[in-house]
């Protein structure tokens, strides 16, 4: 099958009665009365009559279509019917501002953006920011739909035809666009429905539960695809929903669900419930859960969290994933690499590392097409791209280990990695040992320059209602978090801030927090606490900072 189209054609053929999408009640309460489900067979009528119009307006190959559409059904049917025509889509987070939003369709050159009717006006005032304004086009009045000005190119869309343009979450400088093709988004489906071991998937029987946002490559490329090739069905939310999250499991009859690594820790916070385990979930699929949670939550629940490592550059071509035991539950185990895959280990001079020692990880497809898979290229962008595929490896920046068995443990992004004293220290790791403190309602950690130790480790927090930014609440939280690590991942600094700077997906933006962080301390805007980081410290001692400092 050469595209995402074909393969959902397929599945049209061969269950056309097995439900293709679904969406429950309480993701689309604001707009649908009762949850909304569509069969394989009547999403592909619909996505046949959006076909016919794009098609007759000229759309096709060569041509980038913006969709804001939110994790609707709507994004779907768009999708796919743009697919066919070898159209490209670029997801649009509604939540971005209007600079932001401009700056995506300016940049990936998009000739037309489909949107909901209430996201009109947003749209409208991003189109005063570009050079030349865009078609705006409701999905309620498809008749409006221009005819494009720059005719298509020929051929039929094929495995290399571009897919789809996500971009990056900018943490650090402008947002990056990573042009995906149809054997990107056809080769992660595969990589999913073949995994087998804890995360296997019986043909046409699944209802995958996923939050996440359809303008990220996990709900495109894995949730998505997987389901269309084993003729599942996809049951998207809005967002997570904390108080329904177990009625919506149970009431859409879901069998596997993503998760981000804060979900298992909201959940396991709510009341315990003798319904906690009245669910038919196989596993769960997802990255980051806090090591200390893991397997408090697989006992209370009673499924199995399944940790893995990806990324928007690697698809699931260069994926990792820890669906077979031993799978070293409490560790940041992300599995053993597949004989699909090679992975390098390096430091940052590129040199390859001891065994078991953290290297950045390098990874590529085994064979002789090292690309095959992955990522094409950052749009506009050949030096990043250059950068990131020096030698034929794709440069994660991400830092692992490997362990004595040979599965890899996570421990940092490298940018997040905080170099004191000789010690590499994960900046999430520390993050989340002062999460599970009550006082916090948002925290994200950076490193500052110190003279004596290369970096400090610096905590900016935001505190949670009904506490004070004083002495006494950081001297708790710093015990909180001496009692959970090693006294040198421990903060030096503790900042009290009223907000955090995130990108639009509500990841910290690295750049602008380490710059904060290192205003904060010139500033002196933040209670210095180096001299508490000592393995001697005793937890809950009636010292102040100041004394602490003086002797």
Known sequence: ?????????????????????????????????????????????????????????????????????????????????????????????????????????????????????????????????????????????????????????????????????????????????????NDYFLTSGRWYAELGGLCALETGKERLLTPLPVVHMNAMACSTMVMILT???????????????????????????????????????????????????????????????????????????????????????????ANHEPRHVGTSCIGKPSAAIEVKLVDEQGEEVVFGEPGELLVRAAGDNPRKGFFVEYLKNPEATAETWAGDWLHTGDVVRFGEDGQLHFVDRRKNVIRRSGENISALEVEAALSTHPAIDQVAVAPVPDEIRGDEVTACIVLADGFAADENTARDIYDHCFEALVYFKTPGYIAF???????????????????????????????????????????????????????
């Open 1 to 181: 099958m050469p595209s995402v189209y074909e393969a959902f054609r397929d599945s049209v053929s061969l269950c056309p009665s097995n439900p293709f999408i679904h969406i429950p009640a309480a993701a689309c309460a604001q707009y649908h009365d009762g949850p909304i489900e569509l069969t394989y067979a009547e999403a592909g009528d619909q996505v046949e009559q959006l076909q016919l119009h794009y098609g007759s307006a000229g759309y096709g190959i060569g041509h980038r279509v913006g969709l804001l559409l939110e994790n609707r059904v709507e994004f779907f049917l768009h999708w796919i019917a743009l697919n066919a025509l070898g159209v490209s889509v670029v997801p649009v987070n509604g939540e971005m501002t209007a600079e932001e939003k401009a700056y995506l369709l300016g940049h990936s050159e998009s000739c037309l953006v489909i949107t909901l009717p209430h996201r009109l006006q947003d749209l409208e005032a991003t189109n005063l920011l570009l050079p030349e304004a865009l078609p705006l086009v409701p999905i309620t009045d498809l008749t409006s739909l221009p005819a494009v000005t720059t005719p298509a190119s020929k051929g039929r869309p094929s495995d290399d035809t571009e897919c789809a343009l996500l971009y990056t979450s900018g943490s650090t400088g402008k947002p990056k666009g990573c042009v995906l093709t």
């Open 497 to 551: 801030v009223d907000a955090l700077p995130l990108t639009p997906s509500q990841k910290p933006q690295r750049g602008e927090l380490k710059t904060l962080c290192r205003e904060l301390v010139q500033a002196q805007n933040c209670l210095d606490l180096r001299d508490w980081k000592k393995r001697s410290y005793v937890p809950g001692a009636s010292i102040t900072a100041a004394e602490a400092k003086a002797g």
């Open 231 to 321: 003729g599942g069905c996809i049951v998207q939310l809005d967002r997570f929903h904390p108080k329904s999250w177990w009625k919506t499991v149970r009431d859409s009859g879901a069998t596997v669900v993503h998760y981000l690594g804060v979900m298992p820790a909201i959940l396991l916070n709510m009341d315990a419930d003798t319904s906690d385990t009245q669910h038919a979930i196989k596993f769960g699929f997802g990255a980051g859960v806090n090591p200390t949670h893991h397997a408090a939550f697989e006992d209370r629940f009673n499924f199995p969290l399944i940790e893995a490592w990806a990324m928007t550059e690697s698809g699931c071509a260069g994926a990792i994933i």
